[in-house]
């Protein structure tokens, strides 16, 4: 196989498979991967707000402090930088406010 091919190989993977390759950097891979999971918990959290299924919501909300917790570990085996606890603790921080501010959000559809 020519390096031609094999670069017109890769650049026909999908926007997933690249990313969940690092081929956008840990930055960019990690805020992508993140705001999806927040998305879609917005998205299905204010159904079961809305609809008042209570049950499923709290299961939500413990699912994305699950893959918030995910995405922080798989930061930490992936960061190869100085200074690794500085980078965990103001993105956890960060990731937390985010799921904060959501959470509210999806309760402002109680009438």
């Known amino acids: 196989m020519t390096e031609t091919e ?6 026909d993977r999908s926007l997933m498979a690249k990313l969940l390759a690092g081929e956008y950097g840990l930055a960019i891979t990690y805020w992508v991967l993140y705001f999806a999971g927040a998305s ?7 159904q079961a707000v809305d609809n008042e299924q209570w049950l499923p919501y709290l299961g939500m909300v413990a699912g994305i402090l699950a893959y918030t917790f995910l995405l922080i570990l798989g930061i930490r085996s992936a960061y190869r930088g100085p200074q690794l606890w500085k ?4 993105t956890s921080s960060i ?6 501010l959501v959470g509210i959000s999806t309760l402002g559809f109680i009438y």
């Open 6 to 11: 094999h670069t017109a190989q890769l650049d």
């Open 40 to 46: 879609l918990f917005f998205y299905f959290g204010s």
């Open 87 to 90: 980078v965990m603790s103001r």
């Open 95 to 100: 990731f937390m406010i985010i799921n904060v």
